[in-house]
């Protein structure tokens, strides 16, 4: 076991951006996963994650159903597991907070876009994996 600090993981998370983010369905217990970026907007302090879509997918459905929820990352020999809880943001202050240029390729009217939404994933547990080490922590 290897100890790494929450600042630590956090930049990694930073780094990787794109995130393999799942969600209980509702369906007799059935997950589901999909690729998110984090934009690289994710707290030292907490290890929180920030992720843009929009409410016409199956997602936002998702975590009205159950907050709980993860993500995984993965770069060259890091391995990281994260397990929380998802909130949704409509509003536009919080949006604006969190939004970066960058997402225009994605979102082609920006803020504006219909159905715009944020899911805060606020961990409860994180284990990483690199080479040999190993650890875990509990933000």
Same mark, same amino acid.
């Given at each position: 076991?290897? /100890?790494?600090s +929450?600042?630590?993981i956090a930049?990694? +998370?930073?780094? %990787? /951006?794109v995130?393999? &983010? #799942? *969600?209980?369905?509702? !369906?007799?217990g059935a997950i589901?996963?999909?690729?998110?970026?984090?934009?690289?907007d994710v @707290?030292?302090?907490?290890?929180t994650?920030? =992720?843009?879509? *929009?409410d016409?997918?199956r997602? $936002?459905? $998702? +975590?009205k159903?159950? /907050? !709980?929820?993860?993500? *995984?990352?993965? @770069?060259?020999e890091?391995?990281c597991s #994260?397990q929380g809880t998802?909130k949704l =943001?409509?509003d536009?202050?919080t949006l604006?907070? =969190?939004?970066v240029k960058? &997402?225009?390729?994605?979102? !082609?009217n920006? &803020?504006? *876009? /219909?159905?715009? %939404?944020?899911?805060?994933v606020s961990?409860?547990?994180?284990a990483?994996?690199?080479?040999?080490?190993?650890?875990? +922590?509990t933000?």
């Open positions: 076991m290897s /100890d790494r +929450l600042a630590q930049e990694k +998370l930073k780094s %990787i /951006d995130a393999m &983010l #799942v *969600t209980k369905t509702g !369906e007799e589901a996963a999909r690729p998110m970026s984090n934009n690289k @707290s030292e302090s907490d290890g994650t920030f =992720h843009f879509a *929009t016409d997918g997602i $936002d459905d $998702d +975590l159903r159950s /907050d !709980e929820c993860g993500a *995984t990352y993965t @770069s060259g890091f391995y #994260v998802g =943001h409509r536009r202050a604006e907070k =969190h939004w960058d &997402l225009e390729k994605w979102f !082609e920006g &803020l504006d *876009t /219909d159905g715009l %939404i944020l899911i805060e961990p409860r547990r994180i990483w994996w690199e080479g040999r080490e190993q650890g875990g +922590l933000p």
